[in-house]
């Protein structure tokens, strides 16, 4: 995509991960980074993409994304969303844990077909983006997070920038040993960056 910039008469190119500037000219300045929060996001674009799904209208967060599909193993119709921000700010227990509801209601209310239970089940990733390092006792409370909810499934996941490391739930409930593996390798499929460069 480029802009023209009448007042500098320039041209503005994104390609990949870098911003060429192009002077009408054709001087052509140093390429800019995107900073790790854009990078991020336009792997997430592509990865998402890849997996099926499709990107929503957001407001208060920085992106949401939608799939419906036929599980077998899920026993019919599946809808799965992933709702991703970025905390500019301390993550703590309480943040995952409203984040991870709040996400979860807003997906409950949106999704189409059948209720939950009658061949039909949602799946609910809620992606933290944290900028800065996550507390241990924060990842420790993550990965002991499992809400129970019918037929459907909150899966909050943090991604810290600095460090480039992805956590989530780790145990596997008696009620949900059939579904967590499998939720714990898409969250690593569709949110991990090395996963992405590998895929």
């Known amino acids: 995509m480029a802009e023209f910039d009448q007042k500098n008469q320039k041209v503005e190119t994104q390609i990949n991960a870098e911003k060429v500037v192009v002077y009408q000219g054709g001087e052509q300045k140093a390429p800019q980074?995107?900073?790790?929060?854009?990078?991020?996001?336009?792997?997430l674009d592509a990865r998402m993409t890849q997996h099926g799904f499709r990107k929503l209208q957001q407001s208060r967060v920085d992106r949401v994304f939608h799939r419906k599909q036929i599980s077998v193993t899920k026993f019919g119709v599946v809808n799965t969303y992933c709702i991703i921000k970025y905390a500019n700010e301390d993550v703590t227990t309480d943040y995952l844990s409203s984040f991870s509801d709040?996400?979860?209601?807003?997906?409950?209310?949106?999704?189409?077909?059948?209720?939950?239970?009658?061949f039909a089940s949602l799946i609910v990733y809620s992606l933290t983006i944290a900028s800065n390092s996550v507390p241990e006792d924060v990842i420790r409370f993550l990965k002991a997070f499992t809400p129970q909810h019918f037929s459907s499934f909150e899966f909050p996941v943090v991604y810290e920038l600095s460090s480039k490391k992805l956590d989530y739930c780790m145990v596997t409930p008696s009620w949900g040993g059939f579904y967590y593996q499998g939720f714990?390798?898409?969250?690593?499929?569709?949110?991990?960056?090395?996963e992405f460069r590998f895929a």
């Open 33 to 43: 980074k995107l900073s790790p929060l854009e990078e991020y996001l336009q792997i």
């Open 102 to 118: 709040l996400a979860f209601e807003v997906s409950n209310q949106n999704k189409s077909g059948a209720p939950s239970g009658l």
């Open 184 to 194: 714990r390798k898409e969250a690593e499929r569709l949110f991990n960056p090395d």
